[in-house]
């Protein structure tokens, strides 16, 4: 753990706790279920925006630029999505231990 791991562990390790700390532990597993659900979210998202204009196309016509933005719209919807993992609350989630 820390600064006592060795330098071949350290590069192997999944996860390292750099402090000697191990109440560090539960917040990291937290953390990481954390950001498993906001890929999971992501990737339902992505699913959504791309399946609806290909549904939409063979349908009928689809406009380009509503192709585009359906592609790009997802994008910035997804980042911003991510972005909700950098915040505070979510490491002061994880610290207390709720994981929500």
Do not use: Y
Request: aromatic share 4%; with cysteine.
């Amino acid at each position: 753990m820390g600064q006592a791991g060795s330098d071949l562990a350290l590069e192997t390790a999944d996860a390292v706790v750099v402090r000697d700390a191990p109440a560090t532990i539960p917040a990291a597993v937290a953390l990481s279920r954390r950001a498993r659900r906001l890929v999971v979210q992501n990737l339902v998202i992505a699913a959504t925006f791309i399946t609806s204009p290909v549904i939409w196309d063979l349908a009928r016509t689809l406009p380009l630029p509503f192709g585009v933005a359906g592609c790009e719209g997802s994008t910035i919807i997804m980042i911003l999505n991510g972005r909700r993992l950098m915040a505070d609350a979510a490491w002061r989630c994880a610290r207390s231990g709720n994981g929500k």
